[in-house]
């Protein structure tokens, strides 16, 4: 593996400019959707490596694309149709960044870490599949935790050329994924709001109708049905307003809950339990409930290609990295990401790296932003970025590899794109 050599001496190269890269975004925080100082960063960034970048990529001001090969940025010069031909036919990887932050938290689902890896991986994979004739891009994609930012590109027509698509994730403790990658459920947002009457809750409570009585009506109606749904499922919820005084029969009170499940199919019939609670609780309560099911996209669950993430492994082992087996019984319920959307269209890979932190440390807690500007994430950064990399590379070069993967895909269903 010659070639992974020369990526992990580019990768290393790259070292100052990822650790700044992620630095600054830890310490400058956006939310999704706001990402505007992030994305011109890593513009900035990619144009130092003369590399240019689109800004405002899919409809999205804050989703970026980068793109070389033919008809890419390392190939400016190609006669008009031409470098169209070769485009269509050139194999085609897409590496995924993420940087969107928490509310409240900042990085501590480590997007910051996502962006140095994907960052990291395209400038030092991008000479080579240019050279070997293939295409190579680096995806930004906005609002991973609360808009579906790949589903709209998904639907924007983003990936409409893309052959197979990769990201990597940090997690918590020293350890990496198994080979088959991170394990994810589906989840959809469901919105409710319930309408009633008011009235003077101690004068004249006869009059009005309890909006918040129906808030809590369903709130109770989930925590009854959490007792008849699969191990694989999950749901929770928050009342998002419960009224504005005591002493005034609430009109209006609203929750939002998330829908959980390992399985599209299961995904869709949870959410259709999940809004009959809502409607019931209207009845029982005299009040009006307006629903919103899927007020950002549905994430769907993670379909992990073998095949890639195989590679994937083997790259990360080269670099001493030990690589666990799967674990013998599949852990129940899990997070989401909107990279399973992507996974359904294009053959791909989301496997995940410790960090070298604490093993009681773990995303979403903001001591976890914290291990991502520390030395031994950067050493994590760098061995991610060279895996993705050489994945990349064997991705474009080897065309039993691109065989496998696609023969995978087809086995599992082919594309599919949600649709309600």
């Given at each position: 593996?010659?070639?992974?050599?020369?990526?992990?001496?580019?990768?290393?190269?790259?070292?100052?400019?990822?650790?700044?890269?992620v630095?600054d975004?830890?310490?400058?925080?956006?939310?999704?959707?706001?990402e505007?100082?992030?994305?011109?960063?890593?513009a900035?960034?990619?144009?130092?490596h003369?590399?240019?970048?689109?800004?405002?990529?899919?409809?999205?001001?804050?989703a970026?694309?980068?793109?070389?090969?033919?008809?890419?940025?390392?190939?400016?010069?190609?006669?008009?149709?031409a470098?169209e031909?070769a485009?269509?036919?050139?194999?085609?990887?897409?590496?995924?960044?993420?940087?969107d932050?928490?509310?409240?938290?900042?990085?501590?689902c480590?997007?910051?870490?996502?962006?140095?890896?994907?960052?990291?991986?395209?400038?030092?994979?991008?000479?080579?599949?240019?050279r070997?004739g293939?295409?190579l891009?680096?995806?930004?994609t906005?609002?991973?935790?609360?808009?579906?930012?790949?589903?709209?590109?998904?639907?924007?027509?983003?990936?409409?050329?893309?052959?197979?698509?990769?990201?990597?994730?940090?997690?918590?403790?020293?350890?990496t994924?198994?080979?088959?990658?991170?394990?994810?459920?589906?989840?959809?947002?469901i919105?409710?709001?319930?309408?009633?009457?008011?009235?003077?809750?101690?004068?004249?409570?006869?009059?009005?109708?309890?909006?918040?009585?129906?808030?809590?009506?369903?709130?109770?109606?989930?925590?009854?049905?959490?007792?008849?749904?699969?191990?694989?499922d999950?749901?929770?919820?928050?009342?998002?307003?419960?009224?504005?005084?005591?002493?005034?029969?609430?009109?209006?009170?609203?929750?939002?809950?998330?829908?959980?499940?390992?399985?599209?199919?299961?995904?869709?019939e949870?959410?259709r339990?999940?809004?009959?609670?809502?409607?019931g609780?209207?009845i029982?309560?005299?009040?009006?409930a307006?629903?919103?099911?899927?007020?950002?996209?549905?994430?769907?669950p993670?379909?992990t290609?073998?095949?890639?993430?195989?590679?994937?492994?083997?790259?990360?082992?080269?670099r001493?990295?030990?690589?666990?087996?799967?674990?013998?019984?599949?852990?129940?319920?899990?997070?989401?990401?909107?990279?399973?959307?992507?996974?359904?269209?294009?053959?791909?890979?989301?496997p995940?790296?410790?960090?070298?932190?604490?093993?009681?440390?773990?995303?979403?807690?903001?001591?976890?932003?914290?291990?991502?500007?520390?030395?031994?994430?950067?050493?994590a950064?760098?061995?991610?970025?060279?895996?993705?990399?050489?994945?990349?590379?064997?991705y474009?070069?080897?065309p039993?590899?691109?065989?496998?993967?696609?023969?995978?895909?087809?086995?599992?269903?082919?594309?599919?794109?949600?649709?309600?």
């Open positions: 593996m010659a070639e992974d050599i020369e990526l992990g001496q580019r990768v290393d190269a790259l070292r100052p400019d990822l650790t700044a890269l630095r975004l830890y310490a400058h925080p956006e939310i999704g959707f706001e505007h100082a992030t994305v011109a960063r890593i900035a960034l990619l144009a130092a003369g590399v240019p970048a689109e800004v405002g990529a899919y409809g999205l001001p804050t970026l694309r980068a793109t070389v090969g033919p008809d890419g940025a390392s190939d400016p010069g190609a006669a008009e149709g470098g031909d485009a269509a036919s050139a194999p085609h990887f897409a590496i995924i960044a993420e940087y932050a928490l509310p409240g938290v900042g990085h501590a480590g997007h910051n870490i996502i962006a140095g890896i994907a960052v990291g991986a395209f400038l030092a994979a991008a000479p080579v599949v240019a070997l293939g295409r891009s680096l995806i930004g906005p609002a991973e935790e609360n808009g579906g930012g790949k589903e709209l590109i998904i639907r924007a027509g983003g990936f409409d050329d893309v052959d197979a698509a990769g990201m990597v994730h940090p997690a918590g403790g020293s350890g994924s198994s080979v088959l990658g991170q394990r994810t459920t589906g989840v959809r947002r919105g409710v709001t319930y309408h009633g009457r008011a009235a003077h809750a101690a004068g004249a409570p006869w009059l009005g109708r309890n909006a918040l009585d129906g808030v809590v009506t369903a709130y109770q109606g989930v925590a009854q049905l959490r007792q008849h749904i699969l191990p694989t999950r749901i929770h919820g928050i009342i998002t307003d419960g009224g504005a005084a005591p002493n005034v029969v609430p009109e209006r009170a609203a929750a939002l809950f998330y829908v959980r499940s390992a399985e599209i199919d299961t995904l869709r949870l959410t339990r999940v809004v009959a609670v809502l409607e609780a209207a029982s309560t005299g009040t009006r307006e629903i919103d099911v899927d007020p950002v996209p549905p994430y769907l993670l379909q290609n073998v095949a890639l993430t195989e590679r994937w492994a083997a790259a990360l082992t080269a001493g990295r030990e690589v666990p087996a799967p674990p013998a019984v599949v852990p129940q319920g899990g997070p989401s990401t909107d990279m399973g959307n992507v996974s359904r269209v294009v053959p791909s890979i989301h995940s790296i410790g960090l070298g932190g604490p093993d009681d440390v773990f995303p979403h807690n903001a001591d976890f932003a914290d291990l991502t500007v520390l030395p031994a994430a950067l050493d950064l760098v061995d991610a970025a060279t895996a993705l990399a050489a994945t990349a590379v064997a474009v070069s080897d039993a590899l691109r065989e496998a993967a696609a023969a995978e895909f087809a086995a599992a269903g082919g594309p599919y794109r949600w649709e309600e």
